[in-house]
């Protein structure tokens, strides 16, 4: 991945500090906005865009997004995925408009123009005219117009798609770490459980800031801490790999924490609530879903992807940007094709646990709109991102916000700011 050469047309002056800072005017200026749909969305990275388990069959197709940019997910006849601009090469429509469906064309609703699961156009309706009149010029070629066709790669059961074709691996661009830890979730075949989609008045990168921190995790979800899912008192760690070390790992072990709880509860002020109690204790009764102990691990891709194992709940989260100032995050859970009827059971009922309406995953949202509220007049003012030190190197532990100094190092280079 390369620093554009092209100057940017921004007016920004970041902090002498460096990726400790923050400016606040990167999650408002509409401009920084754009640029970033250039160089990052539809520039040299991966994003994340569907489970080959939402796919099991040819003529299979959903809709989702690459940034703003409308795309279709499609699987042909042969098996191979594809991803495609969801944009009419006619006149510019929508092509599909269902969130997912099964056909053996893709058609616009506006001239119907046929495409098939590859992309490329079967049909334009009186291309010959009629009667003799009307109709396409004799040299149209149809070959010339069919819907864009991104770069796609698998990895671990996630199809990724890229608007650069001379990417690396999406193995590559993990880094060796992101890429076990990856590998690690999708050691088998995945079957989907289902989804949350939710809506969250902020910019994408306070989510991305957000996923990238995991200081705030033993504090502001009160559940992890009372409940010993996650506290900064167990055996944790935080990694870092890929371009900058933009990619982001967290992960930690529940009941690993005797001896040094006293010291949590001190510092952990009301995260840690000792008289309460679950009504229903079985969302918690599950099972060691690895052998390396991990009950919590979270892996994140720049720029739009995080993988989840919280208990026995997995999943990934997709982040959408719909402006400056809003972004949707899809929820996918999943379990395995192997799991038994009561592993299914469980995981299905951890989804209540675990997600935007949950007991855990709500208060993300909720914080990433106060922080777009109260920053609306000081752009020029920064937040400070000094936890664990000032450089970029992993640490065991998960009072740190390495991760966001990795990805503010490599966004900063990426978008030439």
Request: contains cysteine; aromatic residues 12%.
């Amino acid at each position: 991945m390369n620093a554009p050469t092209t100057p940017v047309a921004i007016d920004l002056t970041w902090p002498k500090e460096g990726f400790t800072r923050v400016p606040y005017r990167v999650y408002q200026d509409p401009a920084i906005y754009d640029l970033e749909q250039e160089r990052i969305f539809r520039g040299r990275t991966w994003n994340y865009v569907a489970l080959t388990a939402e796919l099991p069959n040819a003529g299979d197709y959903k809709t989702t997004f690459v940034g703003d940019t409308p795309v279709i997910v499609s699987r042909d006849a042969d098996g191979q995925f594809h991803v495609l601009v969801n944009r009419c090469a006619h006149r510019g429509a929508l092509v599909c408009r269902d969130l997912r469906g099964n056909s053996d064309t893709l058609t616009c609703v506006y001239h119907q123009w046929a495409y098939d699961a590859k992309g490329d156009l079967i049909g334009v309706p009186f291309r010959r005219g009629l009667g003799g009149k009307g109709g396409y010029p004799a040299d149209f070629d149809m070959k010339q117009h069919g819907l864009r066709k991104l770069n796609v790669q698998v990895f671990g059961d996630c199809i990724f798609a890229s608007f650069a074709d001379d990417m690396p691996s999406v193995e590559a661009y993990f880094g060796p770490r992101m890429a076990d830890y990856h590998r690690r979730l999708f050691d088998r075949p995945v079957e989907v459980l289902g989804y949350h989609r939710q809506f969250v008045n902020s910019n994408w990168k306070l989510y991305a800031d957000n996923t990238h921190d995991p200081y705030h995790a033993s504090l502001l979800h009160l559940f992890h801490a009372t409940f010993g899912l996650y506290r900064a008192s167990q055996i944790c760690g935080t990694e870092t790999d890929g371009y900058e070390g933009m990619h982001n790992c967290v992960h930690s072990r529940a009941g690993t924490d005797e001896g040094r709880i006293e010291g949590y509860k001190k510092e952990g002020g009301r995260s840690y609530q000792e008289n309460y109690a679950l009504a229903d204790p079985s969302v918690l009764k599950g099972w060691p879903e690895y052998a390396d102990g991990d009950t919590l691990c979270i892996h994140v891709i720049f720029p739009n992807l995080v993988v989840q194992q919280i208990a026995n709940t997995l999943a990934t989260r997709q982040i959408v940007t719909h402006g400056p100032q809003q972004f949707e995050l899809v929820w996918t859970y999943f379990g395995y094709v192997d799991d038994t009827p009561e592993q299914r059971a469980m995981r299905i009922k951890q989804i209540n646990l675990i997600g935007p309406a949950g007991l855990i995953s709500m208060e993300d949202g909720d914080v990433c709109e106060l922080v777009q509220k109260a920053i609306v007049r000081d752009g020029d003012q920064a937040s400070i991102v000094e936890m664990g030190g000032r450089d970029i190197a992993d640490i065991d532990s998960t009072l740190t916000e390495v991760g966001m100094r990795g990805f503010w190092r490599g966004y900063r280079n990426i978008m030439g700011l």
